[in-house]
Every structure is written in C-alpha cells, then in structure tokens.
C-alpha cells in the first residue's frame, strides 16, 4: 500500500497522492473499535496506477472527502460505513472523477444518506459506479455545480447502479455507450 492507516481514531486527511503502488494507493480501516469515528479528507486526494484498489476506507463513521480522483486502478475508490454498528453519511464534494479501471470506478456501501456532487465515472471495466445503502434508511442524491453533468460513459458493465430502500435525487445525467444498463 501506499499509505495504510489502521487505527480506532478519526482520521483527517489532506492532499493526498498515491500512485504507482503494488496494493492500494490509500487504505484507511478505523472501523475495529468500539466508539465510531469517521473519515475526512479536505483539499485533493488523487489515486493513479495502482495494483488494487486506488482509494479505500472502511470505517463506521462518516465519509467526508472533497475532490477525489482515482484513474488505471483495479478500483478506484471503495468507501463503506455499512457495518452493524455503523452510522453516518458518505458525502464527496467538489468533484468525484473516477476513470479507467479494471474493474469498478466507485463503489460506496452505506448505511446513511450517500450524496455526490459532479460525478464522473467513465470507462471502467465493469461498473462505473455502485451507490448502495440498502443496510441502512438513508437517500441518494446525485449533485451538480452551475453547468456541471454526471457522466458515466463506456463502462464495461453498468453505468450507475444505485440501490436504495429511499428517494433517489439525480440532476443533469449523461450515461451512455454503457455494455450493462445506463
């Protein structure tokens, strides 16, 4: 791993590069003790080129990240607070721009409200992105800036999956070209 964090605290994160790494590019697990504490990451974390997954977190906590970019991964992100004890939302701001991997984009498995802002997971090879709080109560809601879309173009698989006992919000969708469903 490039940077690998396992601890019981709340992890703060800030510009973040990780590239050309055998495993993963980020790997942050606080999700083995007992009070729940969550992730946040402010300014860019970038993920290239890496032999697994480029950014995953595994917490119980809340997922907070702004501008996140993952390309030639074998993942590009995974993100779950969907544990038993898990509570929390996952939120990504500014963009989340997830390209060219071997397998999926994003993958987010959560208990609470999943919320995107500017989304662009394209030419993955299998699915572009899968957004899933079936374990918990939480929404969905697909965001855009003034001008902005959400793209999920040329994936393998599915462009957007997104399963949800709750509403889903989406605004300015571009899905196309996708071998599964858009």
Do not use: C, M
């Amino acid at each position: 791993n490039g940077l690998s964090i396992s601890t019981y605290g709340t992890v703060a994160l800030a510009n973040i590069s990780a590239h050309g790494n055998g495993l993963d590019g980020v790997y942050v697990d606080n999700s083995t003790g007992t009070l729940v504490r969550g992730v946040t990451q402010t300014e860019t974390i970038s993920a290239s080129n890496n032999g697994n997954v480029g950014v995953d977190i595994l917490t119980l906590g809340v997922i907070t990240l702004n501008n996140l970019y993952a390309d030639n991964n074998t993942i590009g992100a995974n993100l779950r607070n969907d544990g038993p004890s898990a509570v929390g939302a996952v939120t990504i701001t500014g963009y989340a721009t997830l390209y060219n991997s071997s397998s999926d984009g994003l993958n987010i498995f959560s208990r609470g409200n999943i919320t995107i802002t500017n989304l662009d997971a394209s030419y993955n090879g299998s699915y572009g992105a899968t957004l899933n709080n079936t374990a918990g109560t939480g929404t969905v809601s697909l965001l855009t800036t003034v001008g902005g879309k959400t793209y999920a173009w040329s994936n393998g698989q599915t462009g957007i999956e997104i399963d949800t006992k709750r509403a889903v919000s989406l605004a300015n969708l571009d899905v196309y070209n996708n071998n599964g469903d858009g």
